[in-house]
């Protein structure tokens, strides 16, 4: 098959591919292409030949015919042989797609309402990757934001990083909503699934910086979670790897800590921020779906009512399971002592961990 389609750099067609998957798919996307140009060639011109040559015009008659058992064998056989012959390989693709056997390295990949969540099974680690571009900027109502340039909407604060020639292996999952982990230059594009595990797999050819989307309708910010695969030299991804695992190891909270609420509110604002802005507003005045939690019955009410709706999830807002039982306490915790609330309680880490069970 020829590996033409993709000369173009995904300017009519799709984009370099990065790996044998993704051009075994390019690839066929030619072939499967160059059987319909031939059969639209050979059925319209079979009919347009036919009536032209047979046109009234030029003195011929309409004829009356019934059944040819010869020609209603070949209108059968012939589209079964053409569909075999595209199956073959289109078969092939995809069951190399779904061959996961054998990864040198495997990633649990979660959708969560709007971003992705990475954790990196085999070293220990974990991170979330957020669109990096502020709102503002991209909403950008006054003009007078900075200068987006071409990638303002596929920017994360973190890409997933992987090492160059290396069989990675992708578990998808979702926190909520169904999502789907797509990059085009890798070939790959696999649904994530509240409840279930999906696999799927690429190996990157070359080092470099490459970007996909969420390509599952989730929601309000669908357009807002974008995909960002760093590729690295082994030795560089080595090193990344070990400067993540002592970053990990640094920032990581001791579930038996006692915090006082000044501790709480200070680290809920940065939790609140990264993670609830977007749909509540930076002052708690909320629109839309998203109701305010300035005097809201939840922000002032029982906490642990607070804490469910947090941890469960309601109506537009998705359940925060991802967040760390610190986080949920500080940002409970900064809900109900800023944002226009002074209700004055806090809650501690222990106690968002027992009522997660």
Same mark, same amino acid.
């Given at each position: 098959?020829?590996?033409?389609? #993709?000369?173009?750099?995904?300017?009519?067609?799709?984009?370099?591919?990065?790996?044998? /998957?993704?051009?075994?798919?390019?690839?066929?996307?030619?072939?499967?292409?160059?059987?319909?140009?031939? /059969?639209?060639?050979?059925?319209?011109?079979?009919?347009? #030949?036919?009536?032209?040559?047979?046109?009234?015009?030029?003195?011929?008659?309409?004829?009356?015919?019934?059944?040819?058992?010869?020609?209603?064998?070949?209108?059968?056989?012939?589209?079964?042989?053409?569909?075999?012959?595209?199956?073959?390989?289109?078969?092939?693709?995809?069951?190399?797609?779904?061959?996961?056997?054998?990864?040198?390295?495997? %990633?649990?990949?979660?959708? #969560?309402?709007?971003?992705?969540?990475?954790?990196?099974?085999?070293?220990?680690?974990?991170?979330?990757? @957020?669109?990096?571009?502020?709102?503002?900027?991209?909403?950008?109502?006054?003009?007078?934001?900075?200068?987006?340039?071409?990638?303002?909407?596929?920017?994360?604060?973190?890409?997933?990083?992987?090492?160059?020639?290396?069989?990675?292996?992708?578990?998808?999952?979702?926190?909520?909503?169904?999502?789907?982990?797509?990059?085009?230059?890798?070939?790959?594009?696999?649904?994530?699934?509240?409840?279930?595990?999906?696999?799927?797999?690429?190996?990157?050819?070359?080092?470099?910086?490459?970007?996909?989307?969420?390509?599952?309708?989730?929601?309000?910010?669908?357009?807002?979670?974008?995909?960002?695969?760093?590729?690295?030299? @082994?030795?560089?991804?080595?090193?990344?790897?070990?400067?993540?695992?002592?970053?990990?190891?640094?920032?990581?909270?001791?579930?038996?800590?006692?915090?006082?609420?000044?501790?709480?509110?200070?680290?809920?604002?940065?939790?609140?921020?990264?993670?609830?802005?977007?749909?509540?507003?930076?002052?708690?005045?909320?629109?839309?779906?998203?109701?305010?939690?300035?005097?809201?019955?939840?922000?002032?009410?029982?906490?642990?009512?607070?804490?469910?709706?947090?941890?469960?999830?309601?109506?537009?807002?998705?359940?925060?399971?991802?967040?760390?039982?610190?986080?949920?306490?500080?940002?409970?915790? #900064?809900?109900?002592?800023?944002?226009?609330?002074?209700?004055?309680?806090? %809650?501690?880490? @222990?106690?968002?961990?027992?009522?997660?069970?």
């Amino acid at each position: 098959m020829p590996a033409c389609t #993709y000369a173009i750099d995904g300017k009519y067609t799709f984009q370099t591919p990065q790996t044998l /998957i993704a051009r075994d798919i390019s690839d066929l996307h030619a072939w499967i292409m160059a059987v319909i140009v031939v /059969i639209f060639i050979a059925v319209f011109g079979v009919m347009f #030949y036919s009536i032209f040559k047979h046109r009234k015009a030029s003195g011929h008659k309409a004829r009356h015919f019934h059944e040819n058992t010869t020609v209603e064998v070949l209108w059968t056989l012939i589209p079964a042989v053409i569909l075999v012959i595209m199956a073959w390989p289109a078969a092939k693709v995809v069951l190399a797609q779904k061959d996961t056997r054998d990864a040198e390295l495997t %990633i649990k990949a979660t959708g #969560y309402q709007w971003f992705w969540g990475y954790d990196y099974l085999d070293h220990g680690f974990g991170f979330k990757s @957020k669109l990096a571009t502020p709102r503002n900027q991209i909403e950008d109502y006054h003009r007078d934001s900075k200068q987006k340039d071409a990638h303002y909407l596929l920017e994360v604060t973190e890409p997933l990083v992987v090492p160059v020639g290396t069989k990675v292996r992708i578990l998808a999952t979702s926190n909520d909503v169904i999502h789907s982990w797509g990059v085009p230059a890798f070939g790959v594009k696999q649904d994530a699934i509240p409840g279930f595990i999906r696999d799927t797999w690429f190996k990157a050819e070359k080092e470099g910086t490459f970007r996909g989307q969420c390509v599952e309708l989730c929601g309000r910010d669908h357009g807002f979670m974008p995909i960002v695969v760093q590729v690295l030299s @082994k030795d560089k991804f080595a090193a990344w790897v070990e400067q993540k695992q002592k970053e990990a190891k640094a920032a990581a909270d001791d579930p038996n800590k006692v915090w006082v609420r000044d501790e709480l509110i200070a680290r809920g604002k940065t939790v609140y921020e990264a993670n609830c802005a977007a749909c509540h507003k930076s002052d708690g005045a909320g629109g839309g779906a998203f109701p305010a939690l300035t005097g809201s019955k939840i922000a002032n009410g029982p906490i642990a009512a607070h804490v469910g709706i947090v941890l469960s999830g309601k109506g537009a807002m998705p359940a925060w399971q991802g967040l760390s039982d610190t986080e949920i306490a500080a940002v409970v915790t #900064y809900e109900r002592n800023a944002l226009g609330n002074s209700v004055g309680d806090f %809650i501690q880490p @222990k106690d968002v961990k027992a009522a997660r069970k």
